[in-house]
Nanobody, 121 residues
Framework: QVQLVESGGGLVQAGGSLRLSCAAS????????MGWYRQAPGKQRELVTT???????NYADSVKGRFTISRDNAKNTVYLQMNSLKPEDTAVYYCNANLVGGSVLMWRDYWGQGTQVTVSS
């Protein structure tokens, strides 16, 4: 089985910082893009940022200049450094990875269980 396990969420004041981590584990043969999505109450899940296996990144306009995605391919782990947090960043953050592994030997998306980030004003 393949699992994505997130950590690092919590409660922070506006202007503060948090760092999220997401580690992929299990029978993994290769990982392509990894990324972070978020879902606020009453809203649809939205893209926050992605990173390719080669390190190319893409950010939502709302987080550009404040959030930084990175990854450690040797550890199958992706990180999200969030600075200058705003109350509107409050959401459940989900890790995503496009990988081949487990018993399904084809590329597919896997999701973490989500971690809550709450930014107080």
């Amino acid at each position: 089985q393949v699992q994505l396990v997130e950590s690092g969420g919590g409660l922070v004041q506006a202007g503060g910082s948090l760092r999220l981590s997401c580690a992929a584990s299990g029978r993994i043969f290769g990982i392509d893009d990894m990324g972070w999505y978020r879902q606020a109450p009453g809203k649809q899940r939205e893209l926050v940022t992605t990173i390719t296996s080669g390190g190319s990144t893409n950010y939502a306009d709302s987080v550009k200049g404040r959030f930084t995605i990175s990854r450690d391919n040797a550890k199958n782990t992706v990180y999200l450094q969030m600075n200058s947090l705003k109350p509107e960043d409050t959401a459940v953050y989900y890790c995503n990875a496009n990988l081949v592994g487990g018993s399904v030997l084809m590329w597919r998306d896997y999701w973490g269980q989500g971690t809550q980030v709450t930014v107080s004003s």
